[in-house]
């Protein structure tokens, strides 16, 4: 079935340093990827998608390319901010229509 | 718009008993899914629903179990509560579930089971 791997954290970054968490996904066919992020006490939100192969989602300085060669979707920020402390998501639907999520990854940013 | 809605917020139960938890999607959104959502297994597919019918379902036992109105609001509801239970428990809607849509989620219930 399909799968989602996800690096694990906990993730402690100082302000304004280069993230990135890896995301690895097995499918079957052409499955749409996604990145969801949960701030502490809320439920998930879409941070960014990609539909098909080279696609790049991007959104509030977050970016991840859907790289079927590697079946790679990680997740890049070139600074971050305290703002960005929150729990993030790697995230797959495939052909069956079922959300399925990696672990989690807590990223914490200290100033 | 007002965003999905969940209640109760917060729940405690004991084992043996059993729980109902609502989820009020976006107006007009006729998709509702439930997650849940644990330290140690991340967040797992419980249940899709769709114009009141069940239309995907995870790999739970079937004392987990859901329903949807005509008015699209859902109830999910599990009976002779485990203390592996205890869980964050997410609703998500969206219009119609499929393909590439964007999910909105509500803020959870937090299930305790003691």
């Known amino acids: 079935g399909d799968s989602v791997t996800q690096m694990e954290g906990p993730v402690t970054l100082s302000e304004e340093a280069f993230l990135t968490i890896n995301c690895t996904y097995t499918?079957?066919?052409?499955?749409?990827l996604f990145w969801y992020v949960q701030y502490p006490g809320e439920g998930l939100q879409l941070l960014l998608k990609?539909?098909?192969?080279?696609d790049k989602g991007s959104n509030k300085g977050f970016e991840a390319t859907y790289r079927k060669e590697t079946t790679s979707f990680h997740l890049e920020k070139g600074s971050v901010q305290v703002s960005d402390s929150a729990v993030y998501f790697c995230?797959?639907?495939?052909?069956?229509?079922?959300?399925?999520f990696g672990t989690g990854t807590r990223l914490t940013i200290i100033p | 718009k007002a965003g999905v809605t969940q209640t109760p917020r917060y729940l405690i139960k004991t084992r043996g008993q059993q729980v109902t938890l609502s989820c009020s999607p976006i107006?007009?959104?006729?998709?509702v899914s439930w997650y849940q959502q644990t330290p140690g297994q991340g967040l797992q597919f419980l249940f899709e629903?769709?114009?009141?019918?069940?239309?995907n379902k995870g790999n739970f036992p079937g004392r987990f179990s859901g329903r949807q109105f005509s008015n699209s609001r859902s109830e999910m509801n599990v009976s002779t509560l485990e203390l592996g239970d205890s869980a964050l428990y997410l609703c998500?809607?969206?219009?119609?579930?499929?393909?590439?849509?964007?999910?909105?989620f509500g803020s959870g219930t937090q299930l305790s089971v003691l």
């Open positions: 998500a809607s969206s219009e119609s579930g499929t393909g590439r849509e964007k999910l909105f």
């Open positions: 499918a079957t066919g052409y499955p749409s």
């Open positions: 990609a539909t098909k192969a080279d």
């Open positions: 995230a797959l639907k495939g052909g069956n229509e079922k959300l399925t």
């Open positions: 107006s007009g959104h006729r998709s």
């Open positions: 629903y769709f114009s009141e019918t069940q239309r």
